[in-house]
C-alpha cells in the first residue's frame, strides 16, 4: 500500500537566482553529501534525514526540469541505499518514495518548495500498519526536512563560499498533506 505525500516549504530568497540554480546540476541541492554515480546518468546518493536527526543514505534519481502551473518541477525517487553484499537496518527500515520536486516564486515575494508524490511503508503489512497508526507523521517531518536541506543547499551564494544559510529560520510556512491512501 502506498500513501500520498504533500509538502511545502516557504524561503525568504530571490527566485530568479534560486530558481535557475534548481534548474541545474542537482548536486548543487540535494542534501549533502550529493554524490553522482558514475555509471548512471541522474543518479546520486543522498542523505536523507527525519525530524529526529536519523539519517540514512538513499538512492536518489533527479529528472530534467519541466514547467507545469507555474512550477518548475523535477521528478524524483528515492530508494534506500544497501548495497546487496550488506542487509541493514536502513534498507528495512527506509521507505521508497517516487513523485516530484519543485520550485516556485512565492505570492508575494521568496520562494515556495515542494515535494508530492506517494511513498511506500516499509516492512509490509507491519509498515503499513505502524504508518496508519503515526509513522506517517514521521514521513511528513521527513519531507519537510527534505525541503529545508534543499532549501539551505539552494540559497548558498556562491560555488565555493561555503556560506550557508540557514533555511529554518528562512522558513514561513509548512504545509502538509496526508490526504488518501493509495492501493498498489
Known amino acids: 500500500m502506498r500513501r500520498s505525500l504533500s509538502e511545502r516549504l516557504e524561503l525568504d530568497a530571490d527566485p530568479n537566482a534560486v ?17 553522482p554515480v558514475p555509471e548512471h546518468h541522474a543518479h546520486w546518493m543522498a542523505y536523507l534525514r ?7 543514505l538513499v538512492d536518489t534519481t533527479v529528472g530534467a526540469p519541466y514547467n507545469e502551473h507555474g512550477m518548475v518541477w523535477r521528478l524524483l525517487r528515492w530508494d534506500p541505499h544497501a548495497p546487496e553484499e550488506e542487509t541493514t537496518v536502513t534498507a528495512k527500515v527506509a521507505p521508497t518514495f517516487e513523485g516530484d520536486v519543485g520550485i516556485r516564486p512565492g505570492e508575494r ?8 508524490g506517494e511513498y511506500a511503508p516499509p516492512a509490509g503489512l507491519v509498515g503499513t ?4 497508526l503515526g509513522l506517517h507523521r514521521v514521513a511528513a517531518g521527513t519531507a519537510r526536512q527534505f525541503l529545508a536541506d534543499i532549501g539551505a543547499r539552494l540559497l548558498v ?3 565555493t563560499s561555503g556560506q550557508g544559510h540557514d533555511a529554518a529560520a528562512s522558513a514561513r510556512r509548512e504545509t502538509s498533506s496526508f490526504d488518501k491512501i493509495v492501493e498498489t
Open 50 to 56: 527525519t525530524p529526529a536527526g536519523v539519517g540514512m
Open 157 to 159: 551564494t556562491g560555488e
Open 19 to 35: 530558481i535557475a540554480r534548481f534548474r541545474g546540476d542537482p548536486g548543487t541541492w540535494l542534501p549533502e553529501p550529493a554524490t
Open 109 to 116: 515575494d521568496g520562494i515556495i518548495l515542494e515535494v508530492r
Open 129 to 132: 500498519v505502524a504508518d496508519a
